[in-house]
């Protein structure tokens, strides 16, 4: 018989079939003439109730079904007399295909989220962590669409890299070299004995190559793991996380914005459309303030400003701040919740920063001072998305390199798009687990990434 997921047999129920369940034991209660089985397969939030009747022929095996266990059960489908349940299942088979004994973790009770941190292997069981997961996986699903309604091509970038995208130099290296054997002065290690013949890197955005493909195929789009050796051990920062970058050719710094605020907005309404449940459970749980936030993004439409006015706004606002606020400095959490939360009271995207602050690809503005960038920001976190208008000119962006003390020829090919037909192009970059953070209000990034990677710990 065909497995059914619990989530098929409470949604699309077809009473007094028989139907074949297989999950895990949740608890277990025990009366005289029958059992209890709580089980849940990961598929929902919601358990499905299996009445195991002691005349059953397979009864004696319900001593091993235990929380935690494994079990395989067929039945009949019925409604449910109990509450807060429409239908559950009157067992006619059980088998416990995984024991599980009373050292299990995951009780029937409460556990906190650094506690399920320490057992990462276990965690997605949980009521909290199955429902971030599935999330998770949603949303990955509607980035994907999305792009996809967009006639955006979908490009896989390279892991491995010779390039700093960022120019922050804050990179983790790829070798087969004997480290023991290095000198003490890195500049004095010849690379060119290295499996790929020079010195490479775990990729910090998949950017650049993006751009390549963008300069051919004028919309595409790269979703995939990224690297920071940054040692930060704040609950946003990870080593290991996933972004969402897109580039599109023949575009400038207002097509970028219009295309990174309709993203923000169709994620999250793709979700709270879809995922009602867990959005329900996060609310009540996680975030009491969630559902509020996200609808203030929805039904809001964005306001934009320039870094400048930005400035001038935060000074004049009589506000104290941790960070205190200066031209030329790059805005804190702080300043841009300040803005979205309390003087706009929207959603906003600021626009145009002091190129001194931003990376070497970012194209220069007329005025000398500033480059084509822009940052969009949401209540609660502040800044989501960050992208720009690239720097199509090729005096320009050598002069860029210079600026930035890059040697230009680890990014010949990146120069030779500014020699044959260049365009202006532009793209930004999305967290993912960033955007994962805001739509589930969890405010701890190691608990919507499966097995975070994090300084001094990669247990998992």
Known sequence: MKRTLVKHALSSPSPMDEIKVQGWVRTRRDAKAFSFVELNDGSTLKNIQII????????????DANTGAAVSITGKLVASQGKNQSWEIVAETLEVVGKSDSSYPLQKKGHSQEYLREIAHLRPRSNLFGSVFRVRSRLAQAVHRFFDEQDFIYVHTPIITASDCEGAGELFRVTTMDQNAKSESDALIDYSNDFFGKSTYLTVSGQLPAEVFACALSNVYTFGPTFRAENSNTSRHASEFWMIEPEMAFCDLQGDMDLAESF??????????????????????????????????????????????????????????????????????????FLTEKHFKCPTTVYNYPKEIKPFYMRANDDGKTVAAMDVLVPGIGEIVGGSQREEREDQLQAHLDHHKLNP??????????????????????????????ITGVSNIRDVIPFARTPGSAEF
């Open 52 to 63: 195991i009747d002691a005349t059953l022929s397979d009864y004696e095996k319900i001593v």
């Open 409 to 438: 020829e680890d990014y010949w090919w990146y120069m030779d798009l500014r020699k044959y037909g260049s365009v202006p192009h532009s793209g930004f970059g999305l967290g993912f687990e960033r955007m994962l953070m805001f």
């Open 264 to 337: 923000v907005k169709y994620l999250i309404q793709d979700i709270v459309n879809t995922c009602p449940e867990e959005m329900n459970l996060f609310n009540k749980f996680v975030d009491k303030g969630l559902q509020e936030r996200l609808k203030f993004v929805l039904d809001r439409p964005f306001q934009r400003v320039s870094y400048t006015d930005a400035v001038d706004i935060l000074l004049q606002s009589g506000e104290t701040f941790e960070y205190p606020v200066a031209y030329g400095a790059n805005l804190q959490s702080e300043h841009e919740r």
